[in-house]
């Protein structure tokens, strides 16, 4: 049987974090380089999933460790940060190929975002860039962060569908690697400018993921019954 | 400040279940009253969800406590029907004016149900029917039934809202006291047909409810910027 449902990464596989991040950095903080901001702040972002992974913290939502890491990277560089900036994560552009793409491949199969951020946080992001969800999954619903399998398969378990029918849509190879752990089916989109021009990991499929796609269109070419 | 979020009961403020569950019984049980079997088995839905409120079980999604329940009345009528029947309540019709004073609600607020139904039954009764949810909130991620106060509480808490700043819509006037004892703004939108033509409950409003309108559309038009 096909794939009933369609679950996706959502920061680099369907919006573009980097830029709009920095262009919000540069809007309150004129006096450091937002680009390279953005960059020390994304870094922050596994290392605060790891100890709530690891079982050192409960789970707290992606906002509140948005909120800690921004003013830990402000703290780093010597300037002051307004709380209010870390609702930069609630509006970054969706890649030129993703609503269209989400739009066609949403007449066949349930989409959803199974992302490391909150219910909360995709939803605005949706609303921002016109995501047409048909419902919102990911860390929230499993009370745990990806790459932890209990992620992929809470995503399953509230779709009421077996993992074999659902499919991860990511542009991180790890991300892919977990799901298929967790028997889900697996499909490749590059992003290979999420990280900017010197990006060097992610370019490539790193495995026989069940579908390697150029971008949102191909991906619904390919899957269209 | 306004409410940033509309939240919705389902079954009967947005949707028909009476027809279209009397239509599906029909179809599958030609020597059945179907109009009263839909009657009968919506009639076991409190009852199964009142031991779980009263903690005399665990939480079991309303797709498992529909079929149980399918079973109970099709026994109770000598007859044996199929479990594939309790699908039936994923293809519901909305009422006329729902889809479109959603697409319009939805332009300043966010929009999500809050139903006892699950993640699953929610998610594909929205692609039946075309409701433009932003997100799915409700029993399933409360693991609780309404009208307990944490399952209003757990929506606004998904949202990152305060309960002042949400808004409960039904057609039920004990769904809303409940809402507003748990501290949200609510809004009445009557229904006076859902359980046929005999109704006799919820043809008004029977509080002061913060909104009172005739249909979906005029409930856009009142909230309107």
Request: glycine share 0%.
């Given at each position: 049987m096909r794939a009933q449902a369609l679950i996706f990464d959502v920061f680099g596989t369907c919006v573009d974090w980097r830029g709009a991040v920095a262009r919000e950095v540069a809007a309150v903080l004129?006096?450091?380089?937002a680009t390279a901001f953005a960059t020390l702040w994304r870094a922050e972002y596994d290392p605060a999933m790891a100890r709530i992974r690891d079982g050192g913290r409960g789970y707290v939502a992606l906002d509140d460790l948005h909120r800690e890491n921004l003013h830990k990277v402000a703290r780093d560089l010597g300037v002051s940060a307004p709380?209010?900036?870390?609702?930069?994560?609630?509006?970054l552009d969706p890649w030129p190929d993703v609503v269209a793409g989400l739009r066609a491949l949403k007449r066949h199969h349930i989409i959803a975002p199974c992302s490391n951020g909150s219910i909360a946080l995709m939803t605005r992001l949706a609303k921002f860039g016109g995501l047409p969800w048909d419902c919102i999954l990911g860390a929230e619903i499993a009370q745990d962060y990806k790459p932890k399998p209990g992620v992929y398969l809470a995503a399953c378990a509230a779709l009421r569908l077996?993992?074999?029918?659902v499919m991860m849509v990511a542009a991180h190879n790890d991300d892919l690697h977990a799901a298929r752990g967790a028997g889900l089916r697996t499909a490749f989109v590059p992003r290979p400018s999420e990280h900017g021009p010197g990006q060097t990991t992610d370019l490539v499929a790193e495995a026989d993921w069940d579908i390697i796609a150029n971008d949102f269109h191909d991906l619904a070419r390919q899957l269209a019954p």
């Open positions: 004129p006096h450091v380089d709380d209010d900036l870390s609702h930069a994560w609630e509006r077996p993992p074999d029918q």
